[in-house]
């Protein structure tokens, strides 16, 4: 596999890591005990911390990634191993 699949692979897997764990974490005004601005959502974060989230998604992304590509090297997991219905020629 060339490096820049595994770049491509990367960038995937840390986009879509990224919007997984936006959710995670986040506290609104009510939670932290804080005054909300008029007219602000209820569910409204209280403080949102971009740098960590960018950081946890590199970490997961890269562990992701990694694993991603033993796979592909070893070949731990094949199709025959998921395919759940009807025959499949080899």
Known sequence: MQWTS???IYFLFFVFSAFI???FGVRTHDEAGLEMVPGQ???APAEFRGGRLLLRAA???A???TAYVLNYI???ITVNDIMFWGPWAD
């Open 21 to 23: 764990l936006l959710p």
């Open 41 to 43: 959502a209820d569910s």
């Open 6 to 8: 595994v770049l491509a």
């Open 74 to 76: 070893y070949g731990w």
């Open 59 to 61: 970490v997961l992304a």
């Open 63 to 65: 562990f992701v990634t």
